[in-house]
């Protein structure tokens, strides 16, 4: 057998092993360390591979930005962050139909904006907005998917956890794709938006309206905050105004938030050390799976499969377009069955070869940048797509009473938009690339 038959016999064996619930870190392990065994017939080799893979994956100074951004969005949620933000979103647009539930897009976005990842976002601001939902008669499953669906917002706007792996693994500019990133966040928040008025007016019994707030409380409220608003002037200001590399952003955003959850009496040695402990599980399960992925990768490497892939698929001669088409239908399908940091780091190392030998009429870097934040969009779709979208899962359990199909049916308008936001997204690749293009 040769090595690239051996390559391409790993997916089903990889995909077996996924099935049969072994998590994807350590099927991705086992495979690659196996496979290299079979490629080199030398046990030596894989375990020197074992040493130098770990060490050079580790030492990365690139990845400590994850732990940093992880722990931002824990101290964000002691500082009160996530609840001011709520409130304020609330006041404006509370007492309008279907206005509670857009004002959870709307602290979603916010807190996205301190924390870059989906479930921590989707977790914090289902306790906080899923009382005031029901509160005001809100149907669990329109509210429970309107906050799983905004929980994806959480890895769209920058600063993103997902976005710094495809950084490292495409060998991209972090700044450059967080920059990339603003407007179709902005397009999300925007169309989760639509989508909600859009579903109570054709399902008018599914939300309640609160009372209208004196324009005196909601300007205290938008004052209350002011400290998320600091911390992302702060953090991504100075990362653009070259103050400080991303890594040291992450770094100065965490200690920021660290200082206003103490001054908010948030942050004490209990809950300090509770975030500290949350923050090292996260970041170890995250490093596990990157450490996996990079024994996999690099056996797929060694046996030649991206490379002959790519050159495949431009020997076929199909456009550009449908060849991009297809690779995202097949995001999408993987969606259901994958979470997000999982289907990156499995198949940017494929896909993106097949990309970047494409002409999108782009520049080499502009096609990276721009296939980026796409794939980052159809992952987040994965989240909120059933049958194993995992911010359903999250919120859901927060909401016993509601049956999971009712989500089920009210998250659909919400996958629709995000195929909507997608479509156009592929078609103007301007609008992604605008500010990139602006600042350059």
């Not at 591979?49 to 931002?72: A, G, N, Q, R, W």
């Not at 209350?224 to 100075?238: C, K, R, S, T």
């Not at 996260?282 to 996996?292: P, Q, S």
Request: aromatic share 12%.
């Amino acid at each position: 057998m040769s090595n690239l038959e051996i390559g391409i016999s790993s997916f089903p064996v990889l995909l077996i092993l996924i099935f049969l619930r072994i998590p994807i870190g350590l099927a991705m392990f086992l495979v690659g360390l196996g496979g290299l065994y079979f490629v080199t017939g030398s046990p030596n080799m894989s375990l020197a591979k074992l040493k130098t893979e770990t060490f050079s994956t580790f030492s990365s100074y690139s990845l400590s930005i994850i732990p940093m951004f992880l722990l931002m969005g824990h101290f964000a949620t002691l500082g009160g962050m996530s609840t001011a933000l709520f409130k304020a979103a609330e006041s404006f647009l509370g007492h309008r139909k279907g206005g509670v539930a857009m004002a959870a897009i709307g602290a979603c976005a916010g807190f996205g904006a301190i924390c870059g990842s989906s479930l921590a976002t989707a977790a914090t601001m289902g306790q906080v907005a899923l009382p005031e939902l029901k509160k005001y008669g809100y149907s669990g499953g329109f509210a429970t998917a309107t906050l799983a669906a905004g929980g994806t917002l959480g890895i769209l706007i920058p600063p993103s956890v997902i976005l710094v792996i495809y950084a490292i693994l495409t060998e991209q500019n972090i700044a450059k794709l967080f920059l990339a990133a603003f407007i179709p966040g902005l397009l999300a928040a925007l169309g989760y938006m639509l989508t909600v008025s859009i579903y109570v007016r054709l399902n008018p019994d599914s939300a309640g309206v609160r009372p209208a707030v004196p324009y005196r409380e909601r300007f205290k409220a938008l004052f209350d905050v002011w400290p998320v608003l600091l911390v992302f002037m702060l953090v991504v200001g100075g990362i653009y105004q070259g103050w400080f590399t991303p890594t040291e952003g992450a770094a100065v955003g965490a200690a920021g938030t660290g200082l206003i959850a103490f001054l908010n009496r948030g942050l004490n040695r209990k809950t300090m050390m509770e975030s500290f402990m949350a923050t090292a599980r996260n970041t170890a399960m995250i490093f596990f799976i990157v450490l996996g992925a990079g024994f996999y990768n690099g056996f797929l490497a060694l046996t030649q499969v991206p490379q002959e892939l790519a050159r495949y698929v431009v020997d076929l001669g199909y456009s550009p377009w449908m060849i991009l088409t297809v690779i995202l239908a097949l995001y999408l399908v993987f969606g259901c069955v994958m979470d997000s940091l999982s289907m990156i780091l499995l198949t940017i190392p494929i896909f993106f070869p097949i990309i970047m030998s494409l002409d999108f009429g782009l520049t080499g870097e502009e096609a990276a940048i721009w296939f980026g934040i796409i794939v980052l969009i159809v992952v987040e779709v994965g989240l909120i797509t059933p049958p194993v979208g995992l911010n359903l899962f999250v919120i859901n359990s927060m909401d016993r009473k509601t049956p999971m199909i009712e989500t089920y049916k009210a998250v659909i308008y919400f996958v629709g938009s995000d195929i909507v936001r997608v479509v156009l997204l592929v078609v103007f690749p301007g609008i992604t690339l605008f500010l990139l293009r602006l600042t350059s």
